[in-house]
């Protein structure tokens, strides 16, 4: 996730832990209060006008009581959902996909009161379940972390990068037209055909595909992503073709070939 959206998580992480503080404090007091004068009341008293003050202030501490239990549940509801947006995959260190509805909702807020234009790359790591089978879970766990680190290094600081799915992953690209993000997910797709990622005694090879939509009037939600899918579907077809003769294969060498190929290259 971008800094700046860091940033702003942990600042309404603290100020809602700030007033359901307040909150709790508040319907504590306000509780005792009408504890305090619930033992206080004197059946007996020959002064009516005591006795109906006493009334009048119980029902407001009853009130008062209960407008701050209100607003601490829902306080701590709102608490709850911001831990779940916080909550980074553990073998990549990126947001989940509960972030990545909270950073959609904002940004298509953003667009529709300021027009401010944002795109979204979807990219999905290929043969990803055969290196899983090849060479087991460990690998495909040293392939999400490099494809998550080279990925880092093609986005600006200002981009999201989030786990979408078991393969794939999700860029919120803020300020970006479609050319644009078509140019970012040509860099990251190419930058991460020319990694190999180290396991072992082995270099693993890997490539992925990309797609890009861009924020329209009226979208929301699932319509921003779907188009971001139909495009990453064209894009697999296309390189199915190119990729036809090595299905099932995973392309691996060992160290010194992978040196050879290297200085060669």
Same mark, same amino acid.
């Given at each position: 996730?971008?800094? /700046? ?8 992480? $603290? ?8 909150? @709790? ?37 009853? *009130? ?32 989940? @996909? ?11 807020? /953003?667009? /529709? ?16 379940? /055969? ?23 093609? *986005? ?24 644009? $993000? ?33 924020? *329209? ?9 779907? @188009? ?32 050879? $190929?290297?200085?060669?290259?």
């Amino acid at each position: 996730m971008s800094r /700046q959206t860091t940033e702003y998580l942990k600042s309404q992480h $603290a100020d809602v832990s700030s007033s359901l503080l307040t909150a @709790r404090n508040l319907a504590l007091a306000t509780g005792t209060v009408a504890i305090i004068l619930c033992y206080g009341f004197n059946t007996n008293a020959t002064e009516l006008r005591l006795f109906d003050w006493k009334c009048f202030g119980l029902g407001v501490i009853a *009130v008062g009581w209960g407008i701050s239990e209100r607003r601490r549940r829902k306080l701590e509801s709102h608490l709850n959902e911001l831990n779940d947006t916080i909550v980074v995959d553990p073998v990549t260190g990126l947001a989940n @996909r509960n972030f990545l509805k909270q950073e959609l909702r904002r940004h298509l807020s /953003q667009f /529709q009161r300021q027009d401010s234009p944002f795109s979204i790359m979807l990219f999905d790591i290929n043969d990803f379940r /055969q290196i899983n089978m090849q060479f087991g879970h460990e690998a495909g766990d040293s392939v999400l972390r490099s494809v998550t680190s080279v990925v880092k290094a093609s *986005v600006r600081d200002m981009d999201s990068l989030i786990r979408y799915g078991s393969d794939s992953f999700i860029a919120v690209l803020p300020g970006t037209k479609l050319t644009e $993000a078509e140019h970012i997910a040509n860099r990251v797709s190419g930058a991460i055909s020319e990694m190999a990622v180290p396991y072992q005694d082995r270099w693993i090879r890997v490539t992925a595909n990309a797609g890009v939509a861009t924020a *329209v009037p009226l979208d929301v939600e699932e319509s921003i992503l779907r @188009r971001a899918e139909q495009s990453l579907a064209a894009a697999q077809r296309n390189d199915s073709d190119l990729r036809s003769e090595h299905d099932g294969e995973i392309q691996c060498m060992g160290i010194d070939e992978y040196r050879e $190929a290297t200085i060669a290259g």
